[in-house]
């Protein structure tokens, strides 16, 4: 299988999850790096995926799995910009 690179300019980190957007509805969400390379969604490392905040107006969803436990998504601020 072929590592993925963060999809941020500049960024050559390998890629730790991925991030898909709903623009009707203004939220994003960001989970785990999907098995499989989507062409609508992007890929980001763990450093940007950590600092990725929405748009004004826009939710953030973060889906998570912690020691096998898969955890609901967490609203986050909307306050902000993407990093």
Same mark, same amino acid.
């Given at each position: !299988?072929?590592?993925?690179?963060?999809?941020?300019?500049?960024?050559?980190?390998?890629?730790?999850?991925?991030?898909?957007?709903?623009?009707?509805?203004?939220? !994003?969400? #960001?989970?785990? /790096?999907?098995?499989?390379?989507?062409?609508?969604?992007?890929?980001?490392?763990?450093?940007?995926?950590?600092? !990725?905040?929405?748009p004004?107006?826009?939710? /953030?969803?973060r889906?998570? #799995? /912690?020691?096998?436990?898969? /955890?609901?998504?967490?609203?986050?601020?909307?306050?902000?910009?993407?990093?």
């Amino acid at each position: !299988m072929r590592e993925r690179h963060c999809s941020k300019a500049m960024c050559g980190r390998p890629s730790a999850y991925s991030l898909t957007y709903d623009y009707a509805g203004c939220s !994003m969400a #960001i989970g785990p /790096l999907s098995p499989v390379a989507d062409p609508n969604s992007y890929d980001l490392c763990a450093f940007h995926g950590d600092k !990725m905040r929405p748009p004004t107006g826009w939710q /953030l969803f973060r889906h998570a #799995i /912690l020691g096998g436990v898969d /955890l609901l998504p967490a609203e986050e601020s909307d306050a902000g910009v993407t990093g």
